[in-house]
């Protein structure tokens, strides 16, 4: 019974992101249509609500190519492993149902980042291009750089909490939010998770002035869309972990999903107003600006933590 439940649960799950994911997407395109004073879209159905879905079935009912000289069963497969991980990963929402009670969500969140790079890196090698191949790089080298920036914000606040459990961040943020106390911290997250994400003014795996679209240029019509629906339901979790860690996470109530979703709208606002990046200049911030900074807040919550122990 309870494999049963736990399967009906992960289903519903997946249903839901899948949804979300689509009018993340709906979001995204009319932000964006307003930011640069036009509509967006709203045409098809209800000022445009049924845009998403008329989206994947032109996409999911296009002609597959395949590049002649790819290597096809990694070219094939990648996309679907990318969004496998992607989905994988909301294991770790912090419910408090015992669907997923992870002890050690935060290890487990990494473990699944981590994992990402390999897809992305595969798809750009199997395709055999050379704009493919150099947009796989790129994008490689900077999620591995921001990953550490990443893992040492988590690693503070696995200090500070004491545990590796997404839960705990409910209750130790029942009075007063992490933001407030940690507003510097949750910049250079929301930064990290920018790059990590591949989202614009850190899209160098998709420049289109010099790489066309990066690694997913060899893609078309079903792989192009898994690797489309795994960076977005990407999106949603990086909003949603943020909101965990820093805006209290109580998940049952409707007040965090409204947080979410306006983090997920930061996520756009930011590519409708930042140009992007010199490339140089990206791996600057992450191993000049953000490491130090992370690092420096790893040691003050270590010595809080020894001077708090101190004095019990």
Same mark, same amino acid.
């Given at each position: ?7 009906? #649960?992960?289903? /519903?799950?997946?249903? +839901? ?17 307003? $930011? ?12 445009? $609500? ?8 032109? !996409? &999911? ?6 590049? %002649?000289?790819?290597? *096809?069963?990694? *070219? ?15 294991? +770790?929402?912090? !419910?408090?149902?015992?669907? *997923? =009670?992870?002890? !050690? #969500? ?5 473990? +699944?980042?981590?994992?990402?790079? @390999? ?11 050379? @704009? ?12 591995? =750089? ?6 040492? $914000? ?16 409910? @209750? ?20 990290? +998770? ?16 010099? %790489? ?11 792989? &192009? ?17 943020? =909101?965990?860690? &820093? ?6 109530? /409707? ?18 107003? !930042?140009?992007?990046?010199? *490339? ?25 933590? $020894?001077?708090?122990? =101190?004095?019990?």
């Amino acid at each position: 019974m309870d494999l049963i439940l736990s399967l009906v #649960g992960s289903l /519903l799950l997946i249903i +839901c992101v899948m949804v979300s994911v689509a009018f993340l997407t709906l979001l995204e395109r009319k932000v964006l249509g307003y $930011i640069q004073i036009r509509k967006g879209p709203n045409k098809v159905g209800l000022v445009g $609500i049924l845009q998403p879905f008329c989206d994947a079935i032109k !996409l &999911f009912t296009k002609e597959q190519t395949y590049p %002649l000289m790819a290597n *096809y069963m990694s *070219y094939y497969f990648s996309p679907i492993f990318s969004l496998f991980l992607a989905l994988l990963i909301w294991m +770790c929402i912090p !419910l408090m149902i015992s669907l *997923y =009670s992870f002890n !050690l #969500g935060l290890l487990f969140f990494l473990a +699944c980042t981590s994992l990402g790079v @390999y897809t992305v890196m595969i798809a750009g090698w199997s395709s055999n291009s050379n @704009y493919a191949l150099l947009g796989g790089l790129r994008a490689v080298a900077q999620t591995i =750089s921001y990953e550490v920036s990443l893992a040492l $914000i988590l690693l503070s606040f696995v200090f500070l909490i004491g545990g590796y459990n997404l839960l705990d961040f409910y @209750y130790y943020q029942y009075y007063l939010w992490f933001i407030v106390i940690f507003f510097p911290l949750s910049l250079v997250w929301f930064a990290s +998770c920018l790059a990590e994400t591949n989202r614009t003014p850190f899209d160098f795996a998709e420049g289109e002035s010099e %790489l066309v679209s990066g690694f997913n240029v060899e893609y078309s019509s079903g792989g &192009f869309a898994l690797i489309f629906l795994a960076e977005y339901a990407s999106i949603l979790f990086m909003s949603m972990l943020f =909101s965990v860690i &820093f805006l209290g996470s109580d998940v049952f109530s /409707l007040f965090f999903y409204m947080k979410l979703v306006f983090i997920s709208f930061l996520f756009i606002w930011v590519r409708g107003t !930042l140009p992007r990046f010199r *490339y140089d200049k990206l791996m600057y911030l992450a191993w000049k600006s953000f490491l130090p900074f992370s690092l420096n807040y790893l040691l003050f919550f270590i010595g809080l933590k $020894i001077l708090i122990f =101190s004095y019990l």
